[in-house]
């Protein structure tokens, strides 16, 4: 069964920085566009990044921009999140997915704990 894994995340102060990968297994999604989203506790889950099949075009939500790069190895069937300057407000845990018709969201991951100290 075709399935993502997220994994990079953990605790890290203000300031710093972490790498998220998203790995698929079971099948390729190279040809696919592909995004981030994070969910805050008590808050929905919102969209961050995503990126075309080809990795030339990258999108990010306006509160990561100039911060977060979005990145993948198709070679690695791999997908990456490099998050500098956090914040606390980006502590969430953070998801990958992978936009399967061009308007809906699909193979979720089970996400990976961000969590930034003040």
């Known amino acids: 069964q075709a399935q993502l894994v997220e994994s990079g995340g953990g605790l890290v102060q203000a300031g710093g920085s972490l790498r998220l990968s998203c790995t698929a297994s079971?099948?390729?999604?190279?040809?696919?566009?592909m995004g981030w989203f994070r969910q805050a506790p008590g808050k929905e889950r919102e969209w961050v990044a995503a990126?075309?099949?080809?990795?030339?075009?990258?999108h990010y939500t306006d509160s990561v921009k100039g911060r977060f790069t979005i990145s993948r190895d198709n070679a690695k069937d791999t997908m990456y999140l490099q998050m500098n300057s956090l914040k606390p407000e980006d502590t969430a845990i953070y998801y990958c997915?992978?936009?399967?018709?061009?308007?809906?969201?699909?193979?979720w991951g089970q996400g990976t704990q961000v969590t930034v100290s003040s």
């Open positions: 990126i075309n099949w080809s990795g030339g075009t990258t």
């Open positions: 079971g099948r390729s999604f190279n040809s696919y566009p």
């Open positions: 997915a992978v936009l399967v018709d061009g308007t809906q969201w699909g193979h």
